[in-house]
């Protein structure tokens, strides 16, 4: 068998894209969702891993871009695989837990990322009108690690058993 020089090796490993969400909750357990002015779904507060960025550093810059929100990072949630998706290729997203906004904070929220056009908390069955099918099992997801203290992972949004 013969093996590859070492850079043309780094050249044909896969390359995936990589996002970073943040999952924040109010009083009532109900999921803070984003409205983006480039695509017609709902979302959590997150973005894509940039070049030489790692996901934890994503979820914070992002949080703080779209919402003018700046506070640490709770323990990983989610790790969910994305397959090829149309145009898209495959990759991976986290999820981590922002805790529970008050009434203060979340009035507090500025929208100065044009990305954005809204923000608003909403019940399972209003997310699940709002979000992709694969975004709706990744909160779900979320909200069960929340209660389990626990890290999810997840293909598609869909938990799966590690074996």
């Avoid at 969400?21 to 779904?41: A, F, I, M």
Wanted: proline share 7%.
């Amino acid at each position: 068998m013969d093996l590859l020089p070492f850079d043309e090796y780094a050249r044909s490993l896969n390359r995936k894209r990589v996002a970073a969400g943040v999952l924040y909750r109010d009083t009532h357990r109900r999921v803070l969702l984003v409205e983006t002015s480039y695509k017609t779904e709902w979302d959590i507060p997150g973005g894509s891993v940039e070049a030489d960025e790692p996901p934890w550093v994503t979820a914070v810059r992002e949080v703080r871009e779209e919402l003018g929100l700046d506070r640490p990072l709770g323990r990983l949630l989610v790790i969910d695989f994305m397959p090829t998706d149309g145009v898209m290729p495959e990759g991976m997203a986290f999820v981590w837990d922002g805790g529970v906004l008050s009434d203060d904070e979340f009035a507090g929220l500025t929208l100065t990322d044009p990305e954005i056009k809204s923000v608003k908390f909403c019940t399972l069955p209003e997310v699940a009108a709002l979000v992709r099918p694969r975004m709706v099992g990744r909160i779900e997801a979320a909200l069960r690690g929340v209660d389990a203290e626990a890290i999810v992972l997840c293909e598609s949004g869909r938990p799966v058993t590690q074996g």
